[in-house]
């Protein structure tokens, strides 16, 4: 299965924008990039997904490099209700999503 | 329209028993898949049904169970629990199954079990 790796955490101001880095170097061509969110006590939460072109949607937007070998979960305007562990998984002919570790994002008033 | 629904929420069994879980999707959705959530091993796939068939099975052992009906609502059962079965289990439901690539999970809430 193709791997994802993400920063173990990261910190974010109130209102400002973050970026989510996701590295996928080992991702085949059927891969779609998902991305999940999990709140503190709360199941995961579907944030966004992509296969090849930049998406966007109310919640976030997904940048996906030309050679699709990483992409950025961009949250525009980082509230406090934002803070939570962001998964980045690869998912395609293979089924199943399977989760990692995730970056859990810090966001500060 | 409701969201995933799971009950109960929570659970406290003795090591031994058995115990049995529901998910109920959101309605349209015919794809369930469940999955196991720990501190130490993070969230780890089970199975999955679709339309009453078993797609996907994930490196569980046989104790871990499931089955699906006509309404696409789904159930999870682990027999003879172990300590180390302690844990929030999640549904999601999807309307596409996987495998599809771009298809969208929604999660209920979770069943957390603890195993005393």
């Known amino acids: 299965d193709a791997k994802t790796t993400q920063p173990n955490s990261m910190e974010s101001n109130e209102e400002e924008p973050v970026h989510l880095p996701c590295n996928h170097s080992?991702?085949?061509?059927?891969?779609?990039i998902h991305w999940y969110r999990q709140l503190p006590s709360q199941g995961p939460e579907y944030v966004i997904h992509?296969?090849?072109s930049n998406v966007n949607n109310r919640m976030a937007s997904l940048a996906i490099a030309e050679d699709r070998k990483s992409s950025t979960l961009i949250l525009h305007r980082a509230t406090l209700r934002d803070a939570a562990v962001y998964y980045c998984?690869?998912?395609?002919?293979?089924?199943?999503?399977?989760f990692g570790k995730g970056t859990k994002l810090s966001v500060k008033p | 329209k409701a969201g995933v629904t799971q009950t109960p929420r929570y659970l406290i069994k003795t090591r031994g028993q058995q115990v049995t879980l529901s998910c109920s999707p959101i309605?349209?959705?015919?794809?369930v898949s469940w999955y196991q959530q720990t501190p130490g091993q993070g969230l780890q796939f089970l199975f999955e049904?679709?339309?009453?068939?078993?797609?996907n099975k994930g490196n569980f052992p046989g104790r871990f169970s499931g089955r699906q009906f006509s309404n696409s609502r789904s159930e999870m059962n682990v027999s003879t629990l172990e300590l180390g079965d302690s844990a929030l289990y999640l549904c999601?439901?999807?309307?596409?199954?996987?495998?599809?690539?771009?298809?969208?999970?929604?999660f209920g809430p979770g069943t957390r079990l603890t195993v005393t």
């Open positions: 999601a439901s999807s309307f596409v199954p996987s495998g599809q690539g771009g298809y969208e999970q929604y």
């Open positions: 998984i690869l998912g395609g002919s293979q089924g199943n999503l399977i």
């Open positions: 309605s349209g959705h015919r794809s």
């Open positions: 049904y679709f339309s009453e068939t078993q797609r």
């Open positions: 080992t991702i085949s061509g059927t891969d779609y």
């Open positions: 992509g296969l090849t």
